[in-house]
């Protein structure tokens, strides 16, 4: 069910942001805080996390044992969340804690019957500290079952500022400016962006940003829901609009058939490393981890965002994916899991990570200052400050046949669009296709 772009950023992600951030987590808490009342015990916790994404969440992890003196174990489950507990569940060793990454999933688990409705204490600290559109996603129907812990803000277009300096060009604030922007770029000698077309997912990820601006979220959600047809008029547009970028040579680095041919590494690679062909990459706020691990970059100097620009007299997007914490009915320890919960939902445990570095928090009593440097300071303040507006990666709310499978659905559909942009109409009919199928299914 999950993507790629897991096993891309896994090993990188956590580091990039933490520029001034300290090297210590687990310590921010202290261990005076609790009762030790969980003393004896061991929460499990599984979530797809690796490398020094699992590293950093240990820290929070570490700070709920000095707390609590709960101990913790933590399970790596890979791309495929919903197999590897399923698998786990059946065979009478469930985890407690599940970090869930996609809504769809979420859903899935509550409806088989899989998860603990949240406790009074955590449902409070929710409404107390998030927007009510994150509990919104952590729900179904009128239940709580998902804390979302950790965010990514996915409405973010990364930039050399030697390049854009170089055009004499200032960051844009709507998409008609934007590939104005573009155009001036690639006269002064480097194409506009770099385009991930290799990795369906960051195409899902154009069309998101360009339909919520332009649509607006009333039609974002139907169509996430797949109450509205994707062969609506409003999809054609947004299409179109994608289309005018996609089949510009002046725009796309190398042209579409290199775009197809490059991955979202590739992509950063593009306008971040030793020989840059582009001046501009769009995707989320993890580019910063690929520009600052793998080739050095400055974040904030040498590379920097600005907001995905408004679309058509639209609001500009904030898109937005993430990490939410579910409780199994049949784990072992599933109190002590409500407790992990409960611990979760307040800043002190959001802070941990955010010192840390590579952490967005949807909560918004953290204080900007627990993170390590401006520009995530600026991104988490974008994705906070734009409250019930947020919505959330739609292809992740949809079923993984249609919104989260290589090579299949709406990845291959986007890419063959990529590939010939010249019939928006025509791929409107065959994502409604795909769509209908999967959401039968």
Avoid at 20 to 49: E, I, P, R
Avoid at 299 to 324: E, H, L, Q, T, Y
Wanted: charged letters at 20%; one cysteine or more.
């Amino acid at each position: 069910m999950m993507r790629r772009r897991r096993n891309l950023l896994a090993g990188c992600t956590a580091l990039a942001l933490a520029l001034g951030a300290t090297a210590c987590g687990g310590t921010a808490v202290s261990a005076g805080g609790g009762d030790k009342a969980l003393s004896g015990q061991t929460v499990t916790v599984a979530g797809v996390w690796t490398g020094s994404e699992q590293k950093n969440f240990q820290k929070v992890l570490d700070a709920f044992t000095a707390k609590t003196g709960a101990k913790t174990r933590f399970l790596s489950t890979g791309d495929n969340v919903s197999t590897v507990v399923g698998s786990k569940i059946e065979g009478g060793n469930a985890p407690d804690v599940v970090m869930v990454p996609q809504v769809g999933v979420l859903q899935q688990f509550a409806k088989k019957g899989w998860l603990r409705p949240l406790s009074a204490a955590v449902e409070k600290s929710v409404d107390a500290g998030y927007a009510p559109v994150w509990k919104k996603y952590g729900s179904v129907g009128n239940t709580l079952y998902g804390l979302y812990f950790k965010a990514a803000h996915k409405s973010t277009v990364w930039y050399s500022p030697d390049a854009l300096a170089q055009a004499g060009v200032k960051p844009p604030k709507t998409y008609a400016e934007l590939l104005k922007a573009g155009h001036t770029v690639s006269d002064s000698g480097l194409a506009a962006f770099a385009v991930a077309g290799e990795d369906g997912w960051t195409l899902t990820d154009w069309f998101e940003n360009v339909y919520l601006s332009q649509a607006g979220p009333d039609k974002y959600d139907a169509l996430a829901t797949h109450r509205l047809k994707w062969t609506d008029p409003s999809v054609v547009k947004a299409l179109t609009t994608l289309g005018k970028l996609f089949k510009d040579k002046q725009l796309v680095a190398g042209g579409r058939d290199e775009a197809l041919n490059t991955d979202f590494p590739g992509s950063v690679e593009k306008v971040f490393g030793p020989k840059p062909e582009a001046g501009m990459v769009y995707e989320g706020d993890f580019v910063a981890g690929v520009a600052h691990d793998q080739y050095g970059k400055a974040i904030g100097k040498d590379a920097d965002f600005f907001p995905f620009p408004a679309v058509d007299g639209g609001s500009a997007p904030v898109v937005s994916g993430g990490d939410a914490a579910v409780v199994l009915k049949d784990g072992k320890n599933a109190k002590a899991g409500m407790k992990l919960l409960e611990y979760l939902a307040t800043p002190e445990a959001a802070g941990v990570w955010a010192k840390a570095g590579g952490f967005l928090s949807p909560n918004k009593k953290l204080d900007l200052a627990q993170y390590g440097d401006d520009v995530t300071r600026a991104t988490a303040k974008s994705l906070v400050g734009a409250g019930d507006s947020v919505r959330f990666d739609m292809s992740d709310q949809a079923p993984a046949a249609f919104g989260g499978t290589k090579g299949a659905g709406e990845w291959k559909l986007l890419q063959d669009f990529l590939r010939d942009p010249s019939d928006p109409k025509g791929t409107a009919a065959r994502l409604e296709a795909a769509a209908a199928k999967a959401y039968q299914d």
